[in-house]
């Protein structure tokens, strides 16, 4: 733990040097958000090794009044709060941002934090900026803009333990980055072309080498998830879909349950059985068999030919009253056929119409979380039915580019959730901003289902925990608590991606990046892999993508990003490489000169 906070101290020390407005020597870092991310942020920087020696200072900037019943960290002790509406320079004025080391935008507003930035910029223009985005296009943007920033998704983030506790996974083994959904596997279990790089060499299970310097000697592997299952697994599911496919009947019966309202089915059937029991009547008094029974009886109700005033009376009152039905009988088809055709245009935008399926997953929700997770999961070619309570959310779009069938409606009710075949799906993930509909979602799930694995989400982690036990949900997760620690990471200049646990060991994902004048400016990437310690997985220049499969001779420049997979100690070796060099001290001696 000593080792892992050095780089850390270090960028203290060097930032206690910088000429601080009020005078205070501590690293001070500002968060401005109104939600539980807030407070689980810096409730993580408060329990930083830095804080604990006294290193550090933090400001909150928090709206005047709470948004919401959940906690936003206000209330926490060792905390400078500035409560204010807007932010601009006044405010950053007022929270003491000049002169600080780094400044978390964490508002769910990614036009309002970029408009953030650029007024904490005029206030200080060497910052270090750690935002909050959704929007990857905005996201590229600010890193063009603030070289030394951290954009970050809590959606992106949290989506891995979701998926993972879904997939009934004991820890979220993989992650996304890049555009790409990487996981964890056995050599074995994965395509060659799907493999990144060697993880580990588990063969002898007393001495595991992680980072081994032959990669083909790694047992687990980091691969990509590309969608496509290999060998017999892929050869199933094709199966299994074809068999749906050939169970064009169950469609239809559940399409016409839909075509016609209640009422309108009840008045056609009852006007049908009185048309019948007339027509048996009738043919019973001319002792007609029950062919032509059947033709007089149709032709009576529904032309009203053949009247015969020589007929006994009960004949001509059973005649007039099929003429009566029959006149009623004309306008309820058509009101079943119009009424059948609107209906089943609306299921069929809202997805009501759906076949049965079965080991599939539904999400509920396709807000920023519900969207990440429906992605993940149809990497790993995981079969997804989406709920949603609105036609266009957030993730409609990405929805139908992937084929994953929508449906419009409450989840929160038990029709709705029986249209997405709950009963025989593999998991239920709740992420919706509702905790009142997901706990509702959640539990009408179960009792559909009472061996359903269910993953719900909840704002108040500790509220989360209470469900989980109250009610027997399996897993119950808060996004913002999932997300905090990468974040507070972040603001301390240090982008953990992901941890991947490998027996005694723990892998870190980090992105550097590479300061001005640092050991690594100038070198090629070939010097940034260490064996057994560190190991490069992509590069990108200053506002452009990530490549994936790097020359190892391409020259290391000022602002390139170096994503690797490293131990702890490997990580802060590489920190201390990328980091600018530390300021000359005015004070010190100058160096003597050689005597001639």
Same mark, same amino acid.
């Given at each position: 733990?000593?080792?892992?906070?050095?780089?850390?101290?270090?960028?203290?020390?060097?930032?206690?040097?910088?000429?601080?407005?009020?005078?205070?020597? @501590?690293?001070?870092? =500002?968060?401005?958000? /109104?939600?539980? !991310? %807030?407070?689980?942020?810096?409730? &993580? $920087? #408060?329990?930083?090794?830095?804080?604990?020696?006294?290193?550090?200072?933090?400001?909150?900037?928090?709206?005047?009044?709470?948004?919401?019943?959940?906690?936003?960290?206000?209330?926490?002790?060792?905390?400078?709060?500035?409560?204010?509406? @807007?932010?601009?320079? =006044?405010?950053?004025? /007022?929270?003491? !941002? %000049?002169?600080?080391?780094?400044? &978390? $935008? #964490?508002?769910?507003?990614?036009?309002?934090?970029?408009?953030?930035?650029?007024?904490?910029?005029?206030?200080?223009?060497?910052?270090?900026?750690?935002?909050?985005?959704?929007?990857?296009?905005?996201?590229?943007?600010?890193?063009?803009?603030?070289?030394?920033?951290?954009?970050?998704?809590?959606?992106?983030? %949290?989506?891995?333990?979701?998926? &993972?506790?879904?997939?009934?996974?004991?820890?979220?083994?993989?992650?996304?980055?890049?555009?790409?959904?990487?996981?964890?596997?056995?050599?074995?279990?994965?395509?060659?072309?799907?493999?990144?790089?060697?993880?580990?060499?588990?063969?002898?299970?007393?001495?595991?080498?992680?980072?081994?310097?032959?990669?083909?000697? %790694?047992?687990?592997?980091?691969?990509?998830a590309t969608g496509a299952p290999p060998g017999t697994e892929l050869a199933a599911r094709r199966l299994v879909r074809a068999r749906r496919r050939r169970r064009p009947l169950t469609v239809?019966?559940?399409?016409?349950?839909?075509?016609?309202?209640?009422?309108?089915?009840?008045?056609?059937i009852t006007l049908l059985a009185v048309i019948g029991v007339l027509g048996w009547l009738n043919g019973s008094a001319t002792h007609a068999d029950w062919g032509d029974s059947l033709y007089l009886t149709l032709v009576t109700a529904l032309s009203g030919q053949d009247p015969d005033p020589n007929k006994p009376v009960a004949q001509q009152v059973m005649q007039v009253v099929l003429n009566l039905a029959g006149l009623a009988l004309i306008p309820l088809i058509t009101a079943v056929v119009v009424d059948g055709i609107v209906n089943a245009r609306l299921a069929l935008h809202s997805g009501r119409i759906q076949p049965e399926r079965s080991r599939h997953v539904v999400v509920v929700g396709l807000g920023n979380v519900g969207t990440r997770v429906m992605a993940q999961l149809c990497d790993f070619g995981v079969e997804v039915v989406a709920i949603d309570?609105?036609?266009?959310?957030?993730?409609?779009?990405?929805?139908?580019?992937?084929?994953?069938?929508?449906?419009?409606?409450?989840?929160?009710?038990?029709?709705?959730?029986?249209?997405?075949?709950?009963?025989?799906?593999?998991?239920?993930?709740?992420?919706?901003?509702?905790?009142?509909?997901?706990?509702q979602a959640a539990l009408n799930g179960r009792a559909v289902n009472p061996e359903l694995q269910v993953v719900l989400r909840l704002f108040d982690g500790h509220f989360a925990e209470r469900v989980q036990q109250a009610f027997g949900i399996g897993v119950s997760r808060s996004v913002s608590y999932l997300a905090a620690p990468s974040f507070a990471a972040a603001l301390l200049d240090r982008a953990v991606i992901a941890t991947i646990p490998v027996g005694r060991h723990a892998l870190l994902v980090t992105e550097v990046s590479v300061a001005a004048g640092s050991s690594l400016d100038g070198r090629p990437l070939a010097a940034v892999g260490r064996a057994e310690s560190v190991r490069l997985l992509a590069h990108a220049r200053a506002g452009q993508r990530l490549d994936?499969?790097?020359?190892?001779?391409l020259v290391i420049v000022a602002g390139d990003r170096l994503t690797v997979v490293a131990r702890r100690a490997g990580l802060n070796a590489l920190l201390r490489e990328a980091a600018p060099p530390p300021p000359e001290d005015p004070a010190a001696p100058a160096p003597r000169q050689p005597e001639e």
């Open positions: 733990m000593r080792r892992m906070a050095e780089p850390l101290l270090d960028r203290a020390r060097r930032a206690g040097r910088r000429l601080r407005v009020n005078g205070d020597a @501590r690293a001070h870092y =500002v968060v401005c958000g /109104r939600d539980a !991310l %807030a407070y689980w942020v810096v409730r &993580a $920087l #408060l329990a930083t090794e830095l804080q604990a020696t006294g290193r550090v200072r933090i400001t909150l900037v928090v709206p005047e009044r709470p948004r919401s019943d959940e906690p936003d960290g206000r209330d926490l002790q060792g905390v400078e709060v500035v409560r204010a509406d @807007r932010l601009d320079e =006044v405010t950053f004025q /007022r929270a003491g !941002l %000049a002169g600080a080391d780094g400044l &978390a $935008l #964490l508002h769910q507003d990614d036009v309002g934090n970029m408009h953030a930035a650029l007024c904490a910029q005029e206030v200080e223009p060497r910052l270090r900026l750690v935002v909050r985005m959704f929007n990857t296009g905005l996201a590229n943007g600010v890193r063009q803009i603030f070289p030394d920033s951290a954009v970050l998704s809590d959606a992106s983030m %949290a989506a891995p333990a979701f998926v &993972a506790a879904a997939l009934g996974e004991v820890a979220p083994t993989h992650f996304r980055h890049g555009g790409r959904t990487l996981y964890v596997a056995r050599r074995d279990d994965v395509r060659p072309g799907d493999v990144v790089c060697g993880v580990a060499d588990t063969h002898d299970p007393q001495q595991v080498r992680v980072l081994p310097a032959e990669e083909s000697a %790694a047992d687990v592997v980091l691969a990509e239809l019966l559940r399409a016409v349950r839909s075509f016609a309202t209640r009422k309108i089915g009840i008045a056609v309570k609105l036609p266009e959310p957030r993730g409609a779009a990405l929805a139908r580019r992937l084929g994953v069938p929508l449906i419009v409606g409450d989840a929160a009710l038990e029709e709705t959730l029986q249209a997405a075949s709950v009963g025989t799906c593999q998991a239920l993930v709740v992420v919706s901003t509702d905790d009142e509909t997901n706990l994936w499969a790097p020359d190892p001779r």
